[in-house]
Each structure stands twice: as structure tokens, then as C-alpha cells.
């Protein structure tokens, strides 16, 4: 399995305001992947987070609300752009499949929960 | 479109009680279904993956299904403990949507002591 870290954990910010979000995980893997949780809700997925290339969104979230960032094969960032108070949530990174096993095993980091002022 | 459903939303019982939760898909087109537990305000813990081409796997208490024809999955969990209180998400990965994952709203459980 893969361990998967974020950072930061909790934060609470001001309408207008940007936060980047940090993931990274022990072992290479082949795909990286964005959720956000709405308070009562299940998951949602922002974007899938490509190495070495943009990242390929999902219907309904933007590039220049959520820039992400994935500079190789066990890290990536999500800003959180021009924040307001829907963008509070829990923000997860998620991996599937390492480069020794595409189990397709999917697995989650701790998360982090952003409250928007 | 792929759709997850879990029933029920929210459930309730007493420790050492046997239960089940349901998971249902509407395109049979999947390459596996996970489980996952969530503790509140936590991310998602993997619980047990159960590829198209299986029946069921096992850890522990727990034992999940899959009958991919009708669209299905439980999770069945054997002598409930309080420690057992969390949500509980069905996801599956379908092949339709490029490989995404695709959850379910999730089923609350309480165990009482």
C-alpha cells in the first residue's frame, strides 16, 4: 500500500485569500488524484493530477480556481484559489497504483480541512 | 452514467450485533469496487478491493461481496465494536468514466457499548 502525507492538516483562512495544499507519498505512483468533500457530503473529484503535463479537470472545476502542481512521480499541489466560504471543505489527494503493483488499489491521504472566513 | 447508491444512510446498533450494508451501482462495466471507512473529519481508510472477476474478500470481521450482474456489493461486519463507529463508502471504479472512482453518499454507523 501506499502512505500518503498532506500538509497542512487544518487551516482556516479569509474570503480572498489563496492556500496551497501539499501531498506526498513514500513510493512512486502512477496516478494522482484531487477530492473535495463538502460538510455532509461524499466525495467529489476536482482533477486528476498529470506528471509533467496540466492537469485534466472535471466538469464543473477550473484551472485558475484550482492550479495544480505535479512535479514528479510522488508529489503534487492543489491551490485553492480567490478563496470563499463554499470552498470550505476537506481536500484529498489520492493515489492508485504504484509503479512496482497497478493493483488498482485506491488509496487515501489524511486530508485537509479548510474552513473559509 | 454510473450512479452508487448505500443503503441505509444511517444505522444504529447495539455492540456485538452482526450487520450488513448495501452498495448498489447501475453500470455493471467496473473494474473493481473498494470499501472504505471515513472517522469524522478524517480522510478514507481502504478497507477491502474486490476486483470484477471476484465474489467476495475477507479481512478480519469483515467480508465484502460482489455480484456484478445485478449491481451490487455488502459489507457485512461480524460482531459489531464500538470502535467500528464510522462511514462507511462504497466506490466503484468504472470503466465508462475512465477509471474513475465513483462513490456512494455512504452509510453512518453507530455502535452502541
Known amino acids: 500500500s501506499a502512505v500518503i502525507s498532506q500538509k497542512p492538516s487544518r487551516d482556516i483562512c479569509q474570503r480572498g485569500t489563496s492556500l496551497t495544499i501539499q501531498c506526498q507519498v513514500d513510493s512512486q505512483v502512477t496516478m494522482m488524484f484531487w477530492y473535495r468533500q463538502q460538510p455532509g457530503q461524499s466525495l467529489t473529484l476536482i482533477a486528476t493530477?498529470?506528471?509533467?503535463?496540466?492537469?485534466?479537470?472535471e466538469s464543473g472545476f477550473v484551472i485558475d480556481k484550482f492550479p495544480i502542481s505535479r512535479p514528479n512521480l510522488t508529489f503534487s499541489t492543489l491551490t485553492v484559489s480567490n478563496m470563499s466560504p463554499e470552498d470550505s471543505s476537506i481536500y484529498l489527494c489520492s493515489v492508485d497504483g504504484t509503479l512496482a503493483n497497478s493493483y488498482n488499489e485506491q488509496f487515501f491521504g489524511p486530508g485537509t480541512r479548510l474552513t473559509v472566513l | 452514467k454510473q450512479e452508487v447508491t448505500q443503503i441505509p444512510a444511517a444505522l444504529s446498533v447495539p455492540e456485538g450485533e452482526n450487520l450488513v450494508l448495501n452498495c448498489s451501482f447501475t453500470d455493471s462495466a467496473i473494474y473493481n469496487l473498494q470499501w472504505f471507512r471515513q472517522d469524522p473529519g478524517k480522510g478514507l481508510t481502504s478497507l477491502l478491493l474486490?476486483?470484477?472477476?471476484?465474489r467476495e474478500q475477507t479481512s478480519g470481521r469483515l467480508n465484502a461481496s460482489l455480484d456484478k450482474s445485478s449491481g451490487r456489493s455488502t459489507l457485512y461486519i461480524a460482531a459489531s465494536q464500538p470502535g467500528d463507529s464510522a462511514t462507511y463508502l462504497c466506490?466503484?471504479?468504472?470503466?465508462?468514466?475512465?477509471?474513475?472512482?465513483?462513490f456512494g453518499q455512504g452509510t453512518e454507523l453507530s455502535v452502541k457499548p
Open positions: 466506490a466503484v471504479k468504472a470503466y465508462n468514466q475512465g477509471g474513475k472512482l465513483i
Open positions: 474486490i476486483q470484477s472477476s471476484q
Open positions: 493530477a498529470n506528471q509533467g503535463s496540466e492537469a485534466t479537470y
